[in-house]
């Protein structure tokens, strides 16, 4: 069964300006060229039809378009981006030595604790659900 990009993975970032490509759309200007460069777009909604048909809403500087769920790639960070430096900034007060603070913490306040790491990633585009690995998403550094 071939994987799909479905609502579920996109909900979590709509806060977030999570940008995507468009089958089909292009930046203007490259329409005729040999190699046209697809147009980067804003996801801005969700939408679901009553026969179960799943649109994306996402704007460039231009135009509002709407496209079904299988002509979107939304362009994501990999997990293997994540490092020490990067998860730092997640944990802006934190140094070396305070990491038994943190364990600590997530022992006492998993669901929290979890909770918001995983909005971070949302807010800073990682690929959580492993969409770039089933071809559902860019790697953002490609």
Known sequence: MKAELEAKYIYPYLDYELKCNLMGVIVKGT?????????????????????????????????????????????LRP?????????????KDLMDADLERVVYEIKQWPLLRNYLLCQWLFENHFDVFGLIDKGLAINKNN
């Not at 329409?31 to 679901?48: F, R, Y």
């Not at 293997?80 to 944990?91: A, C, F, G, H, P």
Request: proline share 5%; hydrophobic share 30%.
């Open 79 to 91: 997990l293997s981006d994540l490092n020490i430096k990067k998860l730092s900034e997640y944990y």
């Open 31 to 75: 329409e005729h060229d040999d190699n046209p460069k697809p147009a980067i777009l804003t996801i801005t909604g969700i939408s679901k039809m009553n026969d179960g048909t799943v649109f994306i809403q996402a704007d460039d500087e231009e135009y509002h378009h709407e496209h079904e769920i299988d002509e979107v790639f939304p362009i």
